[in-house]
């Protein structure tokens, strides 16, 4: 059974960077696609972005400036960095696993396995 | 980037059948998948691909797709079915961005 377990700092400050990682446990970190999405209270889920096994990576384009998503292959482990963070990126964040790939004429993009979740708070 | 569009809200009665549609120009390239989403607990991928069920998720929940539109049914709805459901897709525009619906909130009255 794949779990995911995620940490990093609840609280911030505005303007402070956001450092979030996810553990892979269970499973593994090759042929995967390795996505943080967060929640803020009241709204929707926002995907942030994805790495694979290779460090490939993909962001959101309202984000990119500010995202970095990194791996660890030998700890299956990645992590997220969002910098110059404001009020309005208080959320709950969360890391799960993604896979795609063809299926007859069309491709499919699926996340099956996801972190519990981890709230933060940007406030001064 | 490309977007997914649900309605905000919809209710059904116990025990009836209620679908939740997911409409977007990524669907006509990629299946979507949909996810359960309950307050304080993370996200439940119920449904992805052509037609399949995660193991444990109640064969009451099934999945369509017509065009640029992708539908999950319940039939005979239960209380704890209750929750945001969110449709989601990989972008097909070639940018490879990931999108999610805005949800919809199921209400079993």
């Known amino acids: 059974q794949v779990q995911l377990q995620q940490w990093g700092a609840g609280l911030l400050k505005p303007s402070e960077t956001l450092s979030l990682t996810c553990a892979v446990y269970g499973g593994s970190f090759s042929g995967y696609y390795w996505n943080w999405i967060r929640q803020p209270p009241g709204k929707g889920l926002e995907w942030i972005g994805e790495i694979n096994h290779s460090g490939s990576t993909n962001y959101n384009p309202s984000l990119k400036s500010r995202v970095t998503i990194s791996g660890d292959t030998s700890k299956s482990q990645f992590s997220l960095k969002l910098s110059s963070v404001t009020a309005a990126e208080t959320a709950v964040y969360y890391c799960a696993r993604g896979r795609s790939g063809p299926n007859l004429a069309f491709y499919y993009y699926y996340m099956d396995v996801w972190g519990r979740g981890i709230t933060v708070t940007v406030s001064s | 980037s490309s977007e997914l569009t649900q309605d905000p809200a919809v209710s059904v009665a116990l025990g009836q059948t209620v679908r939740i549609t997911c409409q977007g120009d990524?669907?006509?390239?990629?299946?979507a998948a949909w996810y359960q989403h309950r307050p304080g607990q993370a996200p439940l991928l119920v449904m992805y691909g052509i037609n399949n069920r995660p193991s444990g998720i109640p064969d009451r929940f099934s999945g369509s797709r017509s065009g640029a539109t992708a539908s999950l049914t319940i039939t005979a709805a239960q209380a704890e079915d209750e929750a945001d459901y969110y449709c989601?897709?990989?972008?097909?525009?070639?940018?490879?961005?990931?999108?999610f619906g805005g949800g919809t909130k199921l209400t079993v009255l």
């Open positions: 989601n897709s990989r972008d097909s525009s070639g940018n490879h961005e990931v999108v």
């Open positions: 990524s669907l006509r390239r990629y299946y």
